[in-house]
């Protein structure tokens, strides 16, 4: 059926006037490109043009970026935490987890805390559920492997790692000493180069105030399957970073990987065994489990998209959720997963929906990576930005300089450099809160399930 003009009524798209309801617009995930959704559908659509509706696990959002130094006590963790109610002022925040999806009737139902919540139809959706640690059938790592995703899992390390120095401190076994200062770092890429690095130059800097200890009783290790740390800022920055960090005594094993974590060790896959109540995994992200159980076409985990970040009528994904091919490489790859596109295509999606309800017009989503930096701890850092290398001092400022940029809200960005500032002049904090629950940040961490209806 055409209207006058001889074009094909949009279905999705509601008349105005009388009687009618607005459009709704939901947003399933409050991390970086689900928040720049919202921020944008804001901006573009006038007062009333929406119910615009965002949906997270949690009220705030974590930039995750700086982690590393949370969990080794440089930054307080609400710094990196931001609220979702003061950056979203005209969509309503609903702390939920989703329990089923039906494309066919447009809803969503939800259940937050244990109270059920009324089911809620959308006319557009968004998913942008963000991702969740990569576990490998690796035997023991569900129980004993500790994950660094989450502020909750950020603050849990810390902990960890301060309580066992006091427990390395109080023995007199030399066998249960040395295990006890031994730290697993599985996964050589950003996050596990970052957290090896911030936290051996957090329990270094601790030493002086547990006389029974010397710097030889603290072993780092950081273990990957690949043949270099930092595969993502290229081999020359690689490398850079590998010489501070062993120049630390990092033991750095590269082209192995570990096969499997007891309570007292682990057991590498070229079958040295070591002793060991600390494993750190960082191997890498996923989309959650939901993505798959929504039956939509996936690549490597990830939703299919269009170069419009359309996944069908009427619904977008964004973020780690998305695969989106990257039309700059030259291997035809997708966009990685890193809060820089995350926010950028939260930004795309966030115009491709208002142009959907007649406010502008669609775009696709080209961008180039503005390149990855990494800080080491210390006075060591390596960047790439616009595909420039730099290390040392240049490298420390640009780095501190793009997590300023990049933290989105102002009163973040002051608190997190006000203790940056501290730490120029005082040692940071160095006590166990104990406020986390040790099962908080065990693995896998899956935030909530989803069924779906056809």
């Known amino acids: 059926m055409t209207d006058p003009s001889g074009t094909v009524p949009d279905p999705l798209r509601r008349p105005r006037g009388p009687g009618v309801s ?41 930039y995750s970026p700086l982690l590393p130094e949370v969990a080794a006590g440089r ?112 996964g050589a890429g950003y996050t596990g180069t970052e957290t090896a690095a911030q936290l051996q130059h957090m329990t270094t800097s601790q030493l002086d105030r547990f006389p029974r200890l010397s710097p030889g009783d603290v072993r780092w290790v950081l273990v990957d399957l690949a043949p270099r740390v930092l595969p993502e ?14 120049s630390r005594g990092m033991d750095v094993r590269l082209g192995t990987t570990v096969a499997e974590i007891t ?50 009528d009427g619904v977008w994904a964004a973020g780690d959720t998305a695969a989106a091919r990257d039309p700059y490489s030259d291997a035809g790859r997708d966009y990685p997963p890193t809060a820089q596109h995350a926010q950028r295509q939260g930004v795309t999606i966030g115009r491709n929906i208002a142009a959907d309800l007649g406010h502008g017009s669609p775009r696709p989503y080209r961008r180039r990576d503005l390149g990855l930096v990494a800080d080491l701890g210390g006075a060591a850092a390596v960047a790439r930005p616009l595909g420039l290398p730099l290390t040392g001092l240049t490298a420390k400022v640009v780095t ?14 002051l608190r997190v450099a006000a203790d940056w500032a501290v730490n120029l002049v005082s040692r940071p904090i160095a006590a166990q809160l104990g406020l986390v629950d040790p099962t908080a940040a065990r693995l896998p961490r899956e935030q909530g399930a989803l069924s779906v209806t056809r």
């Open 22 to 62: 607005t459009p709704s617009v939901v947003v399933v995930g409050g991390g970086f490109a689900g928040v720049h959704t919202a921020r944008t559908l804001e901006r573009l659509l006038p007062p009333g043009a929406a119910d615009l509706t965002l949906v997270s696990a949690t009220d705030h959002l974590c």
């Open 75 to 186: 930054l307080d963790p609400r710094r990196i935490a931001v609220p979702l109610r003061a950056r979203l002022r005209r969509t309503r925040v609903l702390q939920a987890t989703v329990e089923t999806v039906d494309f066919d009737r447009r809803t969503l139902t939800f259940a937050a805390g244990g109270c059920p919540l009324e089911p809620l139809r959308w006319d557009r959706l968004a998913l942008t559920t963000g991702s969740v640690t990569r576990v490998l059938p690796t035997p023991g790592v569900e129980t004993y492997g500790l994950g660094l995703k989450a502020l909750v899992e950020a603050q849990y390390v810390h902990d960890h790692v301060l309580r066992q120095m006091e427990l390395a401190d109080a023995t007199s076994d030399q066998g249960e000493r040395r295990a006890r200062l031994t730290f697993v770092v599985v």
């Open 233 to 246: 800022l290229g081999p020359r920055l690689g490398r850079a970073a590998m010489r501070v960090i062993r």
């Open 263 to 312: 309570h007292d060790g682990v057991l590498f896959s070229d079958g040295t065994r070591l002793a060991t109540r600390t494993v750190l995994w960082t191997v890498g992200v996923t989309p959650p489990a939901l993505v798959a159980r929504l039956g939509l076409p996936v690549a490597r985990g990830r939703l299919v998209v269009d170069e419009q970040l359309r996944l069908r």
């Open 400 to 413: 501190k300089g793009y997590h300023l940029y990049a933290l989105p809200a102002a009163a973040n960005r």
